[in-house]
């Protein structure tokens, strides 16, 4: 009906191809892709998912080359995707390298190719470039570099000890020009986010040293230590 050839038609008309693999083959051949760009997915090892990932791939312009690198089935449709997308935003295959690699999921994936995109330096991006950070941890770590903090300051909280919020709490101290003295204070996987918040805002409202030391300590909730922070604001 869309006037495919037998022969091209023959490439999918094969029962070890399910309905929706089929469906893909068939698209791509309908766009017009080469038979071997299209001989690239058309392997039942790959779900319709992936095979909708390299076929889009060919059709947005990469080459058999660049598509090489995420028709892998040990890549679900997700990962292809961020790979995909890396490859469509002019990322170097050096760059791609960094995250191409099935250890990493779709959102750790998308942060590291964030952080290329937003022109990050490769020593920047391996930061955080590690599976042992989640994505939101990720996120936090990118940020930090993204908003001007240093190598030194971002590395006061690139450890997965902390939460990603933690990490946003020291991240903030530091963006607000806190000293890395006054971000040392509450730096510490004993203090949990909103605590960390309290000490930060102690030093943000001008307290001193002395005066947030009275209450940094994990003994108190946050609650407790506004009450004390309050106080001694006033």
């Known amino acids: 009906e869309n006037n495919l050839t037998p022969e091209r038609i023959a490439i999918y008309a094969d029962p070890k191809f399910k309905w929706?693999?089929?469906?893909?083959?068939?698209?791509?051949?309908?766009?017009?892709?080469?038979?071997?760009?299209?001989?690239?997915?058309a392997d039942s090892k790959f779900n319709h998912d992936q095979m909708h990932e390299i076929r889009v791939g060919f059709e947005d312009g990469l080459t058999m080359e660049q598509v090489a690198v995420y028709a892998d089935q040990k890549l679900n449709d997700d990962q292809m995707q961020q790979i995909r997308l890396g490859l469509e935003k002019d990322l170097t295959m050096e760059q791609i390298a960094v995250y191409a690699d099935p250890k990493f999921s779709d959102n750790q994936m998308c942060q590291i190719r964030y952080g290329?995109?937003?022109?990050?330096?490769?020593?920047?991006?391996?930061?955080?470039?590690?599976?042992?950070f989640g994505s939101a941890q990720m996120r936090q770590i990118r940020a930090g570099f993204r908003t001007g903090l240093t190598m030194e300051q971002v590395a006061v909280y690139t450890?997965?000890?902390?939460?990603?919020?933690?990490?946003?709490?020291i991240r903030l101290g530091f963006r607000t020009g806190l000293t890395m003295e006054q971000v040392a204070v509450y730096a510490d996987s004993k203090f949990n986010w909103d605590q960390m918040l309290e000490i930060r805002t102690g030093f943000k409202n001008n307290l001193t040293m002395e005066q947030v030391s009275v209450y940094a300590d994990p003994k108190f909730d946050s609650t407790m230590m506004q009450e004390i922070r309050l106080g001694l604001e006033e």
Request: aromatic share 10%.
């Open 116 to 132: 290329f995109e937003n022109g990050l330096t490769k020593d920047q991006v391996m930061m955080y470039a590690d599976s042992k």
């Open 159 to 169: 450890d997965p000890k902390f939460e990603w919020n933690q990490m946003q709490q």
């Open 20 to 41: 929706n693999q089929m469906k893909q083959i068939r698209l791509g051949l309908e766009k017009n892709l080469t038979k071997d760009q299209v001989m690239m997915y």
